[in-house]
C-alpha cells in the first residue's frame, strides 16, 4: 500500500545551494525528491493548516506534482522552510 502523504514540504532554497534535484532516480515517481549533503539545516519558517486564512492561497500558488494535483483535498498542512547556508 502506497503511502499517502498529507503534508507539503515548501522549501525555499538560496542561490548556490547544494541540493540536488532526484528526477528519474527518485524513489517516489511523481514527486519533487531532493538530496541534500549531510548535516545540512533546515528552520521552519512556518505552518499552514488545512482551514486556515491562508492555506487556499498558499496551496494555490505552489506547483505541485502530477500525483499532488489529483488530489489536493488530502492535504492538511503546508510547512515553509529554508536551508540554512553553512
Known sequence: KA???DT???IYLEKGHKGRILGD???FKGEAE???PPNTKLKIESIVNCGSQDFASQLSKLRLSDDATADTNRIK???NMRVLNS
Open 25 to 27: 532516480v527518485a524513489h
Open 3 to 5: 503511502w499517502i502523504n
Open 77 to 79: 498542512r503546508i510547512i
Open 34 to 36: 531532493m538530496l541534500f
Open 8 to 10: 507539503i514540504l515548501n
